[in-house]
Structure formats: C-alpha cells, structure tokens
C-alpha cells in the first residue's frame, strides 16, 4: 500500500548495479579499448566512451520509470549513476592494484587510461563518477521530459553518433562533390577517425532536434494542407515524390563511389534474401532456418550453367540471362522439395529440419562425390559477370543495376502477394493452421508456395552474389547467413516489408561500413536482438497490426471483466 | 434422409481409440446437441465431421454423399463450418480480416459483402471493433467473432465447439440466443457443450457421449427429464 508515496531503492539500485555489470563487460571484452580509437566528436568524446554514457544513460531513464514523482525519478537516476560510477571506479581501482591481464588480457593500463581521462587513480576517478552520474541524472531528465522533445533529442543524438561513426565515409562521398567538401569539412575534425568537430556535433544536434521537433508540430498541418490540394496537384505531388526517389536510387552509385556502392550492393543481396525469408517466416509463420541452401542452389546453378573454366564436367557456359530463369525455376523446385518432407511440422521441429537441409545443401558442395560437377571446396571459378545491352556488369557500379532491379522486383511482388487471397491464407495459417483449414484454406498448396516463392528471391539473390564475386566456395553458405537473414527480419519487423529494408541497413549495411569491430559484430548482434525481444518485440519498423497487438492494449477502453 | 448423418465411426489419436463407434443423425433445421464430459469425445466427433480427422472406421454422410473423398480444407465447400473449441480466431489479424478468412471458400464479392453486413447485424459489437485487432478482443466477443466468422461461408450446417467456454453467464445467455437466431434464419446446428442444461434448452435433441460412445439419445425434453442425465451432467440429485 504504501509503496505509492515511497522512494523505490531498490530498483535505483538494481539498475545502477545491471548497468555497472554491463559496463564492466563492454570494458573487459575490450570495446571501450577498440572503441576509443575513433572519436563520435573530436576531442571530447569517443565511440568507447559512448557506449559506456549511453548505458548509463539508458538505466537512468529507466530507473526514473520506477519512481512516482520527478524529485524521486531525478534522485532515482542519480542514485542509478552513482552506482555505475562506483562499479566502474571499483574496476579501474582493481585493474590498477592487481595485475588480471593474465585471465582478463583488456585489463590493460590503456583501459585505466580511457576511464580516468588520462588523470591517474585520484584525480581521473573524480572525474569519472562526476560524468557518469551527471549522465545518469540525465537519462532521469529525459524521462521527465515530454515524449515529443524526448523524441527529438533521441533522434538528434543518434545522429551526431552515427555521423561522427561514418565521418570518413562521408567525408570522402563529400570530397567527390567538389565545392559542398569545403563547404562542410568544417563540420567534421581533422584527420582520419576524428569524427565531427565540436561546433559541427553541435549544429548537427540542433539542427535535427529542431527540425524534428518543427516537423511535429507542422506535420499534421502540412498533411491536411496537402489532403485540401486538388486531386490533380495531389497526384503531380508523388509523381514528383517518386521521380525524386528514381532519381536518387539511378544517381546513387555515381554519388558513393566504389566502396559504398559495393556496402550497398551486399545490403542490397540481403534485403532480397529478407524479402524471401520475410515471406516464408513474417507472412506464412514456417520458421525456416536453412534458408542459405536455396542462396547457395542459386549461385551454384548459375556458377555451372555458366562458366567458362573447362575443370568441370558439366560447364556450359550459358549466357547469364538464360541460365537465370532455369536458376530461380531450379530455387523453387527446391523449395517444393524441402517443404514437402516437412508439411505436418511446426515450430521448433520445423526449425531443425530446415536447419539441417541448409547444412547438407553446404555439405553437398563441399563433397568428393559432387566434386566433378561443382568443384568440391574449390568451388567454381570463371563464372562470367553479365552483359546487359552492350554494358559489362562486372564492376559495383553497374551490378548495383542488377541489384537495385532485384530488390524492386521482389518488393513488388511481396506487396502484390501480402494483399493477395495467398497473403491472407498465409497470415491465417500463421494464426492457426487448423481454422484456417477449416476456412477452407488448403495447407499443403499455400505451404509449398511460401516455400517456393521464399526459395526464388533467395535464389536470385544467390545468382547475383555468383556473378557479382565471379567465384563461389561451399564456404560462402555457412549457417551464419541463415541466421543473419532471419536476425534482419526480426530486428525490422516480422512480416513488415519497410522492415526488411531497415534490418538490412541495420545489419548487412552497417557491419560493413564498421569493419573494424567486427570481432564485436556477433556481440552486438546478440545484444540487440536481447533489447529489442524485451523493449520492442514488434521491430524497428512493425507491420501494421502486429504493432497494434502490442501496444494499442493501452488505449482501449476498459473491457467488461468476462474477458 | 438426414443433412448430416455420422454412421458408426471410429477415431484413433495413435493407438488412443477416441470414438468407439459413434452414430447421430441431424436433421435439416434442427439444433442438435451432444452432451457428456472432458474427454468423452465431443471434439473429436467434431473434428470427424469437419475433416481434420480421418475416421479409421464408418461414414460421414452430407446430403446424402460420403465426406470420406474431401480433405479437411474441402469440407467447407460441401456446407459445413466449425467454430472450434477455444474460439481458434486469428489473433493477429483485424476483425474485419478475421470475417474475411471466413469467406475464403466464396468468391462472389457482393454475397461477401452481404454476409459481413449480415454479421455485423447479428453482432453489432463486432461493427464496433472492426478495425481491432482480434487478439485484443474479450472473451465474449472472441466467440461473437468466431461465430460470425463461420457465417461469412454461408453454412448449411455449423459445428459450434463449446461456445460457452470460458464465458460470463450474461453472455453465455447472449451467445445462445444468437444461436438460435441463427438457427431460425435457416442453418442447421451442431452443438457440442458441457453446459448441458443451457444446451438442452435451446436444442430440439440430444445425444449423451461417454468414453467415446453415445449412451443416451433422445429429444431434449426428455433428457432433461432423465435421471441419469440429472444425475451426472444437470447437477441434480
């Protein structure tokens, strides 16, 4: 009872001491080590130094979730960072007094270094405990704060983080504009790494803030103004719209140079294996986790039907444009073939069959037995890169064509079959197979096709990645690609096509671009799929109903007490 | 010649033997309803019927014609919908989606359309929460939703499985007054129910099930009045 009117210390505490745990762990896996050779601004604050303030800022904000009034949510969150200041002190002390690089080989002096800002024990300590609990209160202020400056500031943060991340690659997409490079290089720092400048972080922040916060504001203003336009001014509005877009997407590889067309294009592989998987998993509800084979059928067929090295038995050397409809027919097939075996398995059960084909698809390719037809562990070699009206795709640039046109065509086609009589039977076999049955819905036919139609796009991303690369190893197929494909589309949104784009920006894109953690990549992707299951189970960008299901339970007026 | 007639089956979960010769006719424009306990083999006789199991021995007869060639998706097509036990509605997708699933058998969209005005007539809750997403439902209009959902088809007969589970006596009283209108607007119904007092009141026959066999047939009156049936499944002494 009277909880109500009490200061909650314990979760104030509970939350401090899990943030501390937390930090400990970035700090001895060595992140804060890695982490702090790239600055977010220049000078002030590293990528290592971030993540240990974002977590602290985060338990403050949920620290001050717990208390009843803002005098207790400020001194809650207070407490919150207090605490992570002493556990991380409590670390640095240790790491300085007894040597644990022998079990622990990031306890390093550089560790001790980092964390004191270059102070020593005494003086560095101070400093420590006065930031991080100052960032503990804050996360408490941004509690208190209405959503939308909250909003605002959050989008206005990470954006100064994410621009400070890709600062050289910016940098150097800028350098090809000309003029604009010398127009903004005052925002970023100098040198390589340094991430933006102090007065460039600061503009960032205001700008997007208040951009954001303006467009809240103005945005419903702007849609009804929008909605009063004639019909015919509304329709030249989005055709404008879309020739923007058009015009972006055909301009882009010439903007980003080499290297962030070739990001683009391995994104663009996995958004299309994720439209495939998103159909199978997100629409039809059949979690299969060897999604790779049908990848790896696809490239391997176009790799035999097309290549021009003479050690295979079988080499055809078939034009590109021919083999791959006889590829995608080879996919679906495919698919039929492993959802056939499977058509009374749900679930878990599902899940270990469909994993062990995609192993004994890889296996095949690396077995002697196959090994004169597709090269064994060798692979196939020489696969020849596509001709298209006289034009050679064989360099990132013009195989973004290739890419992009795949990525449309199966965007197309998810939408058309999601509000199709097949999209619905797969979302009512999802929700229960026996009604759905029972509504008249045949399960083996919209089964097979959910199969079949998930193997074709992912198919087509494999005969893509063969030509894209030239060659192809039973290597490239791990596991790991089954589980990549389906992280992305939880991480989006299951069953959410908007979705699939940002879990493959999130992470096919990104991974890329931040090559130099990638022994943290696995970690990450770990931890954030462990957030997002507890903070939002929907995905970044949910589809429609399912983000209702979640949430809406709060707006509904209260039910009658039968329920 | 009956609508719906089930000629001696016999059911197996494995080598569980479910229904050990079960036999009930029903009529056209008839509620008929089977009573018995947890397990006896209510839902199971339902399943038989609607397909989603093979029965090992005897016939299911629809119109006259032998329901053993249809598959379980098929069934619908012949007439006959279930409203499975636990209400069985697709939590993630709206109310309006849910009835659309119902009409998944008929392409005719202005009978479509009718039969969601139909619907919503006979459950005007359910208009009132179209766009929800059926999950976030209560109880009551959970079973409101399957029923209606089960109409969008346009049944001859309609299987209901327990449609009082889990419900408030107001509204248990509100469903099977709704099964009645249903009833008299044409559909013939199968009624499985534990609460077999509010189920004799509304069904012109019964059949008693236990442990898989039909023990007791008879018209409801006269279930009603026998002591046995007093006894185990009314709470009489």
């Keep these: ?563 | 010649m009956s609508l719906l007639s089930i000629e001696n089956i016999h059911t197996y979960y494995g080598n569980i033997h479910a229904l050990k010769g079960v036999s009930l006719n029903v009529e056209k424009g008839e509620i008929v309803t089977l009573i018995g306990a947890n397990g006896a083999g209510k839902t199971t006789t339902l399943r038989t019927i609607s397909g989603l199991l093979k029965p090992r021995e005897g016939k299911v007869t629809f119109n006259g014609e032998d329901l053993a060639k249809y598959k379980s998706h098929e069934v619908i097509y012949k007439g006959i919908c279930m409203v499975p036990e636990g209400r069985g509605i697709f939590a993630r997708l709206t109310v309006t989606e849910n009835l659309e699933m119902g009409a998944y058998s008929r392409t005719d969209k202005t009978e479509i359309q009718n039969n969601m005005e139909k619907a919503f007539t006979i459950f005007p809750r359910l208009k009132e929460r179209r766009t929800q997403v059926a999950g976030t439902l209560s109880g009551g209009e959970q079973q409101m939703l399957a029923m209606g959902r089960a109409l969008m088809s346009n049944p001859n007969v309609l299987l209901l499985d327990e449609p009082s589970m889990g419900l408030a006596p107001v509204l248990v009283e509100l469903i099977f007054d709704t099964i009645q209108d249903i009833n008299k607007s044409g559909t013939t119904i199968l009624l499985v129910e534990q609460n077999a007092l509010m189920a004799l009141g509304i069904a012109s026959r019964g059949y008693v099930l236990q442990t898989g066999q039909i023990v007791l047939s008879d018209s409801a009156e006269n279930l009603k009045k026998n002591p046995t049936v007093q006894k185990a499944y009314l709470g009489m002494e």
Aim: with cysteine; glycine share 10%; charged share 10%.
């Design chain 1, 1 to 563: 009872m009277s909880t109500q009117n009490q200061f909650n210390w314990k979760k104030a505490i509970q939350l401090g001491a899990i943030a501390g745990i937390v930090g400990i762990l970035i700090a001895l896996v060595g992140m804060v080590e890695t982490f702090d050779k790239r600055d977010i601004v220049a000078g002030a604050i590293s990528m290592g130094w971030t993540m240990l303030l974002l977590t602290v800022l985060v338990a403050g904000y949920f620290s001050a979730s717990h208390q009843t009034s803002n005098l207790f949510r400020l001194s809650a969150s207070g407490i919150t960072g207090l605490i992570f200041s002493l556990i991380m002190s409590l670390l640095a002390l240790l790491v300085e007094n007894f040597d644990l690089r022998q079990t622990l080989v990031n306890a390093s002096p550089q560790l001790i270094r980092i964390l004191t800002f270059e102070n020593g024990i005494p003086n560095g300590l101070i400093s420590l405990i006065a930031i991080t609990t100052i960032f503990g209160i804050l996360g408490g202020v941004l509690y208190v704060t209405p959503s939308k400056i909250r909003k605002a500031i959050s989008l206005g943060l990470s954006i100064v983080v994410l621009l400070g991340l890709l600062e050289d690659i910016i940098q150097v997409t800028l350098a090809g504009l000309g003029g604009a490079s010398s127009a903004l290089a005052w925002m970023f720092g100098r040198g390589a790494q340094s991430g933006l400048s102090i007065t460039g972080a600061i503009v960032v922040f205001v700008v997007v803030t208040a951009s954001n916060l303006l467009w809240d504001v103005n945005a419903p203003k702007i849609n009804s103004q929008v909605e009063k336009m004639p019909a015919n001014r509304q329709r030249s509005l989005r055709v404008l719209g879309y020739g923007l877009i058009i015009l972006v997407v055909l301009y882009l590889p010439t903007l980003l140079g080499l290297y962030l067309t070739e990001v683009v294009n391995v994104t663009g592989l996995f958004i299309l294996m994720g439209l495939g998987l998103n159909i199978v998993v997100g629409f039809a509800g059949l979690l299969d986790l060897g999604y790779v084979a049908f990848y790896a059928i696809g490239a391997y067929a176009v790799g035999v039907l097309t290549t021009l090295s003479g050690e295979l038995s079988t080499s055809l050397g078939w034009n590109f444009w021919l083999a791959l409809p006889v590829c995608i027919f080879l996919c679906v097939m495919a698919g039929v073939v492993l959802g056939i075996p499977v058509l009374n398995m749900r679930g878990d059960y599902l899940a270990i069959v469909t994993l062990g084909f995609g192993e004994i698809i890889r296996i095949l390719a690396l077995s002697d037995f196959l090994k004169p037809h597709i090269g064994g562990s060798q692979g196939i070699v020489n696969i020849p890169a596509p001709e298209f009206l006289g034009v050679l795709l064989n360099k990132p640039q013009t195989l973004y064509y290739l890419i992009v046109a795949g990525c449309i065509l199966a965007l197309f086609i998810s939408q058309r079959l999601r509000d199709s009589r097949l999209g619905r039977s797969w979302k009512a076999m999802r929700e229960d197979e026996d009604v759905a049955q029972a509504m008249g819905i045949n399960l083996v036919a919209t089964k097979l096709l959910a199969f079949a139609t998930g193997a074709a796009f992912s198919g087509l991303s494999g005969t893509i990645l063969a030509v894209k690369l030239g060659t192809i190893y039973p290597h490239s197929f791990a596991l790991l690609i089954s589980i990549n494909v389906l992280s992305l589309i939880i991480v989006g949104g299951m069953g959410s096509i908007p979705g699939v784009f940002v879990g493959g920006l999130l992470l096919a894109g990104m991974p890329e671009l931040l090559r130099e953690f990638a022994e943290y990549r696995l970690l990450i992707y770990g931890a954030l799929l462990v957030v997002m299951m507890q903070v939002r189970p929907e995905g970044f960008w949910p589809e429609e109903t399912h983000k209702r299901e979640l949430h809406e339970n709060e707006h509904i007026p209260a039910q009658e007490a039968t329920s």
